[in-house]
């Protein structure tokens, strides 16, 4: 392996961020090249480039998105009826 690039769907912060270029010299006895992290508006940003269309299809398609919300929004609900119905807690300490 010559380089190596951490990839994540956030940006890191700041104290993370210092974390990783510390531990990036760290590893500079390896002779490989610890590259900059591309962060999650560098990756959307590839994403939404037109060569890159196949990937975002196939990975990130927006019927799958719509589900997941839309399956979200039904467990919430759920999740409210089932706290509203349950009795109170009655633990004794």
Do not use: Y
């Amino acid at each position: 392996m010559k380089s190596w690039t951490l990839c994540l769907p956030i940006d890191m912060s700041a104290e993370e961020t210092h974390w990783f270029e510390g531990w990036a010299k760290s590893q500079a006895g390896t002779g490989i090249n610890i590259r900059k992290p591309w962060g999650g508006l560098h990756v959307e940003g590839l994403l939404l480039q037109d060569e890159n269309r196949a990937i975002r299809q196939a990975f990130f398609r927006e019927e799958n998105t719509e589900l997941l919300r839309a399956q979200a929004g039904h467990l919430e609900k759920i999740l409210h009826e089932l706290t509203r119905h349950s009795p109170p807690s009655t633990s004794s300490v």
